[in-house]
Structure formats: structure tokens, C-alpha cells
């Protein structure tokens, strides 16, 4: 088959944007630039180092079983933080199990994402709220559920009217592995036919569990948007102002009906898959020292000293982040065992006589029991 | 009082539910222009438009996962599956997200989605378009499930699940939308979840819903000829049941048959027979008889009507029940 | 969002392949040549007229209760005999319900492919021996099917040994309704993942039922492969030559062990979805006249008279073809309806003793009926 | 005689398989080096290569679609679902293709697909990680589901399956993956579709299968002490089932409890209740009574042993039937 008709060698196409090396400079790039200041990079890195610090506790009380399980972000940060201050509050996200970042700057109360991790509840929070939708495990459905709100915004006329206030996307999140289920690639083909305003947010952490990213993908995955007819970019997930403009950008693209975007973020993920896994059994220890060269908080941290920021501002935010983390340990703690007779009231809106009947046997049964185990 | 098929009812009460709520979107393959393969959305494009009645891609994954999003954003879309065969791709955003947001949020999403499924067989159709898959949302908690049997339910019935703010998946009785029926326009008849006596009997309780209600109560006018009073209960409601109208019944009759087109494996029957059994344990006279389909793939069409239930089948079962 | 990062604007990157034009012309290109003779042409022209006659056949069948359905393939033979002839015979073909064309190519006779379509059986022929799998009507489901064979395929060492006797590959057909599925593009993505010896070959016949292409996907359908790291190509799906060219040159590089590739046919629907559907409310009769003028079978027609074909080969394949005729008619008719007793020994290879008493309770109460009814 | 937990019976029994017929494939997401996220495919990767156990991308209908292409070529592919909340996204090729190609063409295709699903809750996992997904798809005709429950089963349940032409699915009692057993690798203990009496008992039937039958075996001892004698069956094939066992026992007993994780409407027990009614109507002397997780979407882990069926919901259900 002659060359001609072989997709292009993507790699060229798809350079990596950065705005940040990882030795703390900032680099000019052609077509994005971070629209911020000083104060607002420092405003970026208390985002890093809180939604870092949520990891850590959360990561101790897991170890400490306060938690079945936490799924750790820890690499990601610049992704999640770059990506979550770019949304409005009229925006809205539709994140994973892992976007604990994106859910500090939704102004989620970071304590709220413990419930479905302690196994005491499957969401805590209201998604209307702060536009940021439940977590959500099963690989790629929130991206379908995010084109629909997408669409939603359109029928609204909430895209379009040139008015930055009040013009609305969705960011949908999802990882590397994501790209191979049906559900994504229905999302990118929906969100190109109703041309809908969501930026579709990958974070490329170059691992499925085990399975690198070339498992699940050939070639760069920022490609897979042009195959729908939309564009897409690829962006160094490690860098927070190159992850906030691309974002800027695409989001804004979205609001003004022109539709959606991929963007690629590349980055890697520092911790297990979860606290379940091992990662010893499939990745080099050595591959993991070569991208804490490139940790995405140290980069911001070294740019802010050669700015001459005060030690006083990285004091004040340990403060602040040892205060969050007592919050979350103390929440945690109480948060409270669910009770099994109220679930049944959650399963519908409009009741059902059966259920309750279920509910009352379930009831009798327990208190049945009470008396003589007299315990609970 | 106006007399029209089973599915002109859909479409009427597909228009009213619009009429009544700016927020209800039809979305499904072919609804626009084409009107749906069985015309039951037809019209309705031209008359809300196209962003009211959306013709979606081809994906029925896409279909119930972008209504997930646009019920987010505080639609009430009301989705067609061109045909029973068709919604299993669809299986996962069904069960796993449209029946479990209201849970998983405590309460605070709703998911006021309803999902038709033409079901059914006895039209002479090729593979995948005669499935009866009601059994696999029954099961499902967070889903409710309904059948319409008649003109007058599925204009009420479908403007019901439309106007509730659970998930419905409506199974509608494909080989019964050209039966004509009485549909009164001006008052709701009963309840969503409902079951009803359709018709009254003293020997035995034969329950059906969806398609085989007709077939039963046309076993009922053959029964009644030989001398044998059938009464039968159209369940309306698969999730939840409804089984107190049959309880009540077979605590008079003694004795029960439960039809339904799907297999007998897990179809509704085994629930209900065994909650029959729970519930009337010293009326039974004879244990629940199913008369379904057998435990095969949908057969070819040309042998459809040997495999399906049908009068015959439903008065050998009566048969075998009285002669208990 | 700058325009750099944006998909190229498809339309000049995919131009249609074309060696013939509606006019009987036979033209140069610069990258693909028909590779057989004016005989080879004639081969295929009576492909194309005994392809066309099946569906003259089956329709008249439906109209005359024979059938319950036909999905008529009328307007796309090229697009199937062109592939289907580009097939070895240790190829592997996966179709959806209207490849009548292909199925002709492989051999299998076109009296079973009426079986489905009369409701007497589900699938009428051994797949394992032409190569040729059942058909398949759930949309894209098959798509998957062909890529896990051509999995086999080069598990079992039956690619890129150079040899062209027994290398071997797959080709999958879809519509361009089925570019929406999730199943679709999951088997784009393990194509391209295990470079698998598949072709995809995609007749946009610019409708699925009433929705015409741009509501399924947007941009070109041959532009969807790149986006997944294989190579696509758009090729005039009603010129038999070219899609015979484009076809062999695919499963040529999937045999050589290449890699997967995507053809996207562009031809058109000239008849109903199927027997069942009314096109006269979605679409203008004046675009079916427009296509009329481009039909497959007619410009070979024009360019074999051009050659000098004698009437003599026209008036045989006439009647060859009212052979064909004759014996649709008559096969069709004779096909006996199913026993139902027969299908519950189907269902199960080691059977099941449970499903053995229905069929004995089946067996029984059909007997019992017997007597009274005196019918059957 | 080994002693050994049973996931790693399974391991064993997959390795034994695969050195029986090199057309045994292993696919699934992880399988591969991390050898599945509960290590049941640990080292064979390593002794069978990269082709042979083959780590899929992260899609589940690409998993199952894909095994139907190497089937058709041939293979027995052997498919790891990594958690029983994730099969859904396959239901399509399952129910549709798997289960039917057999049928469809009139035996001439074969599809030896083994489909394994971890099941169950009682591991303190996050959702969609505890379903009980069995009912699904042991009312698809064309499909057979088993369970094991014990280690020796395990070993060589998994082989049966694997050696079987129909397509099976698998499922495994996540929560007893650790659970030691005496495994006996020389003699094959009975025929894979059938059910086993693992606890004569003569006051009432109890019936489980994969996780539950410890639960009830445990019920068992317990009740003994209280001069109950329960008779525990494990009945290892759901589909089709294997109730002869069942009945003959109900008919010595008069009462039957059926126990399992998944929810009650639509459950096994339904389908199990009905049969047992059906026949043994005149030996019953109560309603067979179902424990089984409540109709809700499985809830947060911290109140799952509420949720599931444990010791002493059985014992009260012993209780109930016996003073009905
Ligand atoms: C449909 C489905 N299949 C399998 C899983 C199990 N699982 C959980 S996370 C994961 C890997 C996800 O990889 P990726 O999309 O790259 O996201 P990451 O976890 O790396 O952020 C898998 C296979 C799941 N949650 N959902
Ligand atoms: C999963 C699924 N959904 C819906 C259908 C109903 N259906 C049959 S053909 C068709 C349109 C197919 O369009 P396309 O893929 O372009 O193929 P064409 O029929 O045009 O050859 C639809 C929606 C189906 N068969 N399968
Ligand atoms: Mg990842
Ligand atoms: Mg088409």
C-alpha cells in the first residue's frame, strides 16, 4: 500500500506543550501561554501541594485501615490542578476515581471523597453543587455522560452567546487505558456529530494497572481526536502552566460552540494503581526515579524560590496543609457507618411498596436480633 | 373516548408528555424524519423540532449514556431502542449508571429516563427483533419496569413513566401496535404501578402482561365456552411487582398460570411463583404453572408461533392445573 | 485554540480512488492499478450482473410472501465484488446481512442466504468452509469477531511468510451507521494494538436507515483509522476496479503481516434499507436519479462494449443469470421449515438434560394436539 | 492430596489445561504479568508466553468479541473479567454472539469460551467490585454457568469448563479465593454440571452455591448443635441446573431454604423455588424460602455483612420454615 495513504508519523505532529521545564524556567511556546502572575502561580502550587497532601493522608489512613482503599494521584497533580483551575463555576466536570485535585479546585471538601473509599458511602457529594459530578469506577461511562450534558448545554443555549460569564462547557477526565472502551470512542463520535462544547481531559499516567499505555493504544492518543474530526493536543502533564492554557484554550473553544477537544495530558503515575496493587511485579523502580526528576511540584516550587517568593509563603502552606490533613484524619474518622434501613429509601425517588416490604422484614430481623446479641 | 391502535396511543401520549414539559426529549435511531421503524414518534419532529427529537448516532451505549448527561442537566429523556435485540450494548450504562445514580448520590441525581423497548415477537421478524429481555432490567434495582397490553395504558402508561422520576424501561408489545382499542383522553385510569384484573374468574388466575394479556383473555372466551371461568390479571407493572390483585385472586381460584413470551429460565414467572407460593402457600391447589417460552434462542420466524405461548398452550396448562 | 492544532481539513487529504469512470473510462492512478485483464473485467462484470440478479430474485420473493425481509444490496455491488474478488481462498470474510455480492464471491450459494430472510433458519452455511462467516445483524458486533480471527491468524504463524499461496488475512464489512459503535472502534483499537491482518471494509452507502452519514460521523469515515494509528482510504465504492485494487493492495499488507487498514467505500444505497423501510420519507427521489447515473454495473458495461465485447457474452450471462433466477425461485421454496423439536438439540454442543425435558414436554404436547387438529 | 486455597486451585487447574491443549488461550486485562489482580493467572505468562496468555486492552467487548474470532479460528480462549461489575460492557457479545452462534448455525460453529467472573461481595471492596451477575446470564439459553466453591472444585471445574464446546460462564467466589482446601489432582471428582450433596440433613434442605455454601455448611454446624439437621447442597452448575439432587432431598425434608448473594426478585432462589414447587407440591410443607441480598444496588462496603446473607439470616429462615 503506497506511503501516501498511511496516517503521518504522528510523533511530529503531536509535540508536547510546556511552559514550564522541569528545572523550574519557563519557556516561551508559539501558541500558548499561561495568562496568569506570580500570585497566581503561587495560587496554582497551594493547589498542588494541598491535593498532594490529600493523597498522602488519605494514602496513611488506608495503611492505618480507616480506608478499604485509595486510588492515589500522586505524579498527576499538574494534570489535575493545571486542568481544574482552568473550568468556571458554570462549568462542569465529570471526573473518575482519581481526580481528587480537580475536586479541591470544584470546591469539594476534600474530606467528602472519603466516603467511597472508607466503603461508608458511594458519593458524597451533590454534583449540582459544584458542577462536579460523582466519582465514578467503571472505565469511560462518565465520558458518554459527559457529552450528554455537553449536548444539554447547547439545547440550553448556554454556549455561544460570547459571553465568558455565563458561556458553559464539561470536562470529562479519563485515563490511557480508557481510550480502548467503546464507551470513549461513542463519546469523541457523539461529541463531534452535535459538535458539543466538552473538552475530553486524558491523563496519560502511561499505565492501566499493569498495562502500559501501548496496550491500549497505538500511537499518541492526542491522534485519536483528529479520526473524529476533531482536534487534538498533547500537552506535559507534569507542567501546570502548559496543562491551565491548553485547557484555557480548549474550554474556551468549547464555550463558544466551536466544539470539542482532546487533550493529552502526559504524564506518569508516582504511586500504585491503588493501594490493592504492586506495581514491583510490571515497572522498573528505575522508571519511577526518572520521573521524580520531573515531579510536577517541585518544578513550580523551584520557579517560585528563583522568583524570590518568601519562605514565609511555603511555611503558611505547610501550615495550611498540615491543617487539611488533620481535617481529613478527623472526618474520616467519624465519618458514619452507613445505616442499611435508610439505603432503601435511596433506591428510587418514587418509593416501592415492595421494597419497603423488604425494608420492614429487613428491620424486624435486626431488631429481632438486638436483644440478645445486645450489642448494637 | 377515540378508537385507535395501541401504538397511535404511544404516539398521543408521546405528544402530550411533550406538550406538558419543555424538559422531555425523544432521542433514539430513525425517530425524526422516519417516525422510528413503527412510527410511534412519528410526526413529532416536525412539530418540536429537532432538538426535542433528537435521531441519534447509531451506538446504544451513546444513546443511554449522553441521556445519563443530559438528565445531569435536568432532562427527562425518553429513549427508543429500535428493537429488544438491540438494547443489550446498552446493558452496562443501564444497569450500572441509570439504575444506580439515584443511590449512589443519596438521593440528590435523578434519573428520570425512560427507555422503550418494542418487545416481543409473533411478526414474522429475523433474529434480534423478537427478544423479550424484560427479565434482565427486572432484576436490576433502581429500574422500574412496565408493560402496556392496551390502547388506553399506553397512552397513560407511557405519559406516567415520562412524568416519574425513576428510570422506567417501558416494554412495549410490538405485535399488538396496530390493535385497535378504546383510549379515553380525559382521565388517568390507575396508577403506573398498578396490576389489573382485566377480567374475572372464579377457577383459576392466569397473569400475563404486554402482548400475552390478549392471548389469555381470548384462552379465557375458549375456557368460558367449555365452562371454565379464567380471571385474568394484566400485570402492567414487572419492577416492582404488584402481586397483591394476585394473591387476592388465586386465594379464591387456588390455582395460577403466568404467561410470558420470554424463556422460562428467570423470566418473570419464576419470581412470581415463587412469591405465590410464599404468600398463598394453603390456597394452591396446584403449584404455579408457567407457560412461556422454552429455554432456546428465538427460534426462526416461520416456527415462531410453536414456540411462543398461545391459546392452545395457556388451556392445556389450565387443563393441567384444575386436573391437579 | 490555534488552528495548528486542529485536524487538517480532511477533505483534500482523502481523495477518492477512481480507475473507471461512470462513463466508462478507464483512468490512471497514481498509486493503484487494476491488476487483471479485459477477461478479468468480464469476471467481474458477471459478478456484478449475478449479484444484482440475487437481489432482483429475493426482492420479488418478499413482495411475493416468500420472504419476510431483504436487505437489498442494489446500487453497491461493485463495493462488494470488488472485494470480495480481491479474497484468497484462505482469507476470511465477515460480513454484515447484505453482503450477498461477497457471498457470491466466495461461493457460497446464494439459495442459502434466503434461509435467514424466509425465517426457516438462522444462518445457512458452513462458515468454515467458504471462508465466510454467518451473517450478522447486530450492528459492528462482527467487526470484532474478524479481528480476534486475524489474532488467530498470526498466532498460528499464517502471516508474513512471503508466501502468497498461504499467507493469509481477514476482511470486515460494516456500514457507515456502524462507525458509531462502540464495538466497531474497540476492534479499530486491537487491530492497531496487535497489528492484526485485518481489512475494514466500510460501504458508506450514505445511510443508515433514514440517518445519512454526517449523523454518525463527521469528517470522511476512511480519515477514523488514523486517529487509531492504521491507515485509511477512500475509494469510489460503485467503480469495481478500483475497489478491487484498493482491497487487494489492503489485504496484500495485512497478509505481509502489516498491519490492519481501512477502506471506506463511497457509494450509495439506491435501494430501501430493506423491504420493510419507505426511503420516500427521508430522502429526495432526485438523489437517487444523481446515483443512478453512477451505477457500478453500468459503466463496466459501457467500457467492456468500448473493448468490443461481443453481444454473445451478454446474451450468455442473461441467461446465465435467469438460471440463477430459477433457481433462487425454486430453492427458496423448497426450503423446508424448521422442526422446532430439532432446535433444542442446536443450542447446546453436550447438550442439557433439562433442556432435553422441554423438548420431550415440547415433543408431547404437540402429539397430544395432533389427533384433535388432524392438520398437522 | 495437596492442601492449597482455592484461587490457587484455579491457577493450577488453568495451567493444567493449558498444557492439555495448546489451543487454550488466556486473555484479560492484567492477566499477564501482574498475573490478574487476585494472581489466579500468577506465572503463566511466564511459562506460556506472551501468546498465549495474552494481556487485553481495557475493554470488555473487545475481550469477549475478539474470543469469538479466535473460537471461529479455532482457539479456546479462556477470558478473565477483572471484577464482576465490569462484565456488563461484554453483555452484548455474550448474550448475542457466544451464546447464540451454535445455535444460528445449526452446530456447525463452536464456541469453547470460558468466561471467568469473580463474583460476590465480603471483600470490603468499592462498588461495581461485589455483584452477583449469575442470574444474567443463566437466563441465556446457549450459555452454561457454574460455580465452584471449594478448592478441589476449582481445580478441576475450571478444566471441565475450559474442555466443554459450549461456552461457559465461570464464576468464582472472590471472597473464598483464600480459603484452603484439600485438592485431589489425580481423580476427577464428578461431572461439571451436576450438584453435590456436601452435608446430609434430614429437618430441611438448604441450597447454595459458590460463596454461600460455606456460609451454609457453617449454618449447618451451627443448627446441629441445636438439634437441627440441615442437608447442605452445593449445586456447582446454575446453568443448567441440577435439581434432581435437590428434589429428591426436598422430598425426605419437606422444607427448602436457597441461599445466595445476588438480590431476591429475579434471583436463582426464584427460579429454584418455582422447580421446587412444580415438583414437589405434595412434599412441601412450607414455601421455599429465599436468603439472599436485599433488592438494592449492592450498597457501601461497611454494611455489606448486613446486606449479604450470613449465618443467622439462614438460621432464622431454618426457624421460619420449620415453625410454618
Ligand atoms: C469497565 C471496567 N473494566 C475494568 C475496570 C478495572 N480497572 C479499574 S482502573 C483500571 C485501569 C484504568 O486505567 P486508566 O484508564 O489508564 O486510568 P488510571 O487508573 O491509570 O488513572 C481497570 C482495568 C473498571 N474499573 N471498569
Ligand atoms: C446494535 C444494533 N442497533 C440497531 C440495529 C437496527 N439497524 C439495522 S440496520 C441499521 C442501520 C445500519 O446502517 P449502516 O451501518 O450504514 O449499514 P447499511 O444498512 O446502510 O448497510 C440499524 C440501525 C441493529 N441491527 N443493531
Ligand atoms: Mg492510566
Ligand atoms: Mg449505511
Known amino acids: 500500500m503506497p506511503d501516501a495513504y498511511v496516517a503521518d508519523d504522528p510523533a511530529g505532529a503531536f509535540p508536547l506543550v510546556q511552559l514550564l521545564t522541569p528545572e523550574g524556567e519557563r519557556v516561551p511556546h508559539a501558541d500558548f501561554a499561561y495568562d496568569g502572575d506570580d500570585d497566581s502561580i503561587r495560587g496554582l502550587y497551594r493547589d498542588l501541594v494541598l491535593s498532594r497532601r490529600i493523597d498522602f493522608e488519605a494514602h496513611a489512613l488506608q495503611r492505618h485501615g480507616e480506608l478499604g482503599l485509595w486510588a492515589p494521584a500522586l505524579g498527576q497533580e499538574a494534570a489535575q490542578i493545571g486542568s481544574g483551575r482552568a473550568l468556571r463555576p458554570q462549568d462542569f466536570a465529570f471526573p473518575t476515581y482519581r481526580e481528587h485535585g480537580v475536586a479541591l479546585c470544584r470546591g469539594v471538601d476534600p474530606a467528602l471523597l472519603l466516603g467511597l473509599f472508607r466503603g461508608v458511602e458511594l458519593g458524597g457529594w451533590d454534583p449540582a453543587e459544584q458542577g462536579f459530578a460523582l466519582y465514578s469506577i467503571v472505565i469511560g461511562a462518565q465520558t458518554l455522560h459527559a457529552t450528554g450534558y455537553a449536548m444539554g448545554l447547547t439545547l440550553d443555549g448556554e454556549v455561544g452567546r460570547n459571553d465568558p460569564e455565563r458561556d458553559a462547557a464539561v470536562i470529562a477526565y479519563f485515563g490511557d487505558g480508557a481510550t480502548s472502551q467503546g464507551d470513549v470512542n461513542e463519546a469523541f463520535d457523539w461529541a463531534a456529530v452535535f459538535n458539543a462544547p466538552v473538552v475530553f481531559f486524558c491523563q496519560n499516567n502511561q499505565y492501566a494497572i499493569s498495562a502500559s499505555t501501548d496496550r491500549n493504544t497505538r500511537g499518541p492518543i492526542a491522534q485519536r481526536a483528529g479520526g473524529f474530526g476533531f482536534s487534538g493536543i498533547r500537552v506535559d502533564g507534569n507542567d501546570v502552566l502548559a496543562c491551565h492554557a491548553v485547557t484555557t484554550a480548549a474550554m474556551e473553544k468549547a464555550r463558544n460552540g466551536e466544539g470539542p477537544s482532546l487533550i493529552e495530558a502526559y504524564t506518569y503515575r508516582m504511586g500504585a494503581h491503588t493501594t490493592s496493587d504492586d506495581p514491583s511485579r510490571y515497572r522498573d523502580s528505575a522508571e519511577v526515579e526518572t520521573w521524580k526528576l520531573k515531579d510536577p511540584i517541585e518544578r513550580v516550587k523551584r520557579y517560585l524560590l528563583l522568583q524570590g517568593t518568601p519562605q514565609s509563603f511555603f511555611d503558611d502552606l505547610d501550615t495550611e496543609a498540615d491543617e487539611l490533613g488533620k481535617h481529613l484524619r478527623e472526618t474520616c474518622k467519624s465519618l458514619p457507618d452507613p445505616d442499611l434501613a435508610a439505603l432503601f429509601d435511596h433506591v428510587y425517588v418514587d418509593g416501592s411498596p415492595e421494597l419497603m416490604e423488604q425494608k420492614a422484614q429487613y428491620v424486624a430481623y435486626r431488631d429481632s436480633l438486638e436483644p440478645e446479641g445486645s450489642e448494637s | ?324
Open chain 2, 1 to 324: 373516548m377515540t378508537k385507535m391502535p395501541l401504538g397511535k396511543g404511544l404516539n398521543a401520549g408521546l405528544r402530550a408528555a411533550m406538550e406538558a414539559d419543555d424538559k422531555v426529549l425523544i432521542m433514539g435511531e430513525d425517530v425524526g424524519k422516519l417516525g422510528g421503524v413503527f412510527r410511534i414518534t412519528d410526526g413529532l419532529q416536525k412539530d418540536f423540532g429537532e432538538s426535542r427529537v433528537i435521531d441519534a448516532p447509531l451506538a446504544e451505549s451513546g444513546i443511554v449514556g449522553t441521556a445519563v448527561g443530559l438528565a445531569y442537566r435536568g432532562y427527562r429523556p425518553v429513549l427508543e431502542i429500535q428493537f429488544d435485540g438491540f438494547v443489550y450494548p446498552a446493558y452496562d450504562q443501564i444497569v450500572s449508571q441509570v439504575a444506580k445514580l439515584h443511590f449512589r448520590s443519596q438521593g440528590r441525581v435523578k434519573m428520570p429516563i425512560v427507555i422503550r423497548i418494542p418487545f416481543g415477537g409473533g411478526i414474522g421478524a429475523v433474529e434480534h427483533h423478537s427478544e423479550s429481555p424484560e427479565g434482565q432490567f427486572a432484576l436490576t434495582a433502581g429500574l422500574k419496569v412496565v408493560s402496556c397490553s392496551n390502547a388506553n395504558d399506553a397512552y397513560w402508561m407511557i405519559q406516567q413513566a415520562i412524568a416519574s422520576d425513576d428510570p422506567v424501561v417501558f416494554m412495549e408489545p410490538k405485535r399488538r401496535y396496530w390493535d385497535q382499542g378504546e383510549v379515553d383522553t380525559t382521565s388517568e385510569p390507575m396508577p403506573l404501578h398498578a396490576s389489573s384484573v382485566v377480567r374475572e374468574g372464579a377457577d383459576a388466575t392466569v397473569i400475563a402482561y404486554g402482548p400475552m394479556v390478549k392471548t389469555c383473555l381470548e384462552s379465557a372466551d375458549a375456557a368460558a365456552e367449555e365452562g371454565t371461568s379464567l380471571e385474568v390479571i394484566d400485570l402492567r407493572t414487572l419492577s416492582p411487582l404488584d402481586l397483591d390483585p394476585v394473591f387476592e385472586s388465586v386465594r379464591r381460584t387456588g390455582r395460577a398460570i403466568v404467561v410470558h413470551e420470554a424463556a422460562q429460565t428467570l423470566g418473570l414467572g419464576a419470581e412470581i411463583s415463587a412469591r405465590i407460593t410464599e404468600k398463598c402457600f394453603y390456597s394452591l391447589e396446584a403449584p404455579v404453572i408457567r407457560v412461556t417460552g422454552y429455554d432456546l434462542p428465538y427460534p426462526p420466524s416461520r416456527v415462531e408461533e410453536e414456540y411462543l405461548p398461545g391459546l392452545d398452550r395457556v388451556l392445556e396448562a389450565v387443563d393441567r392445573s384444575l386436573a391437579f
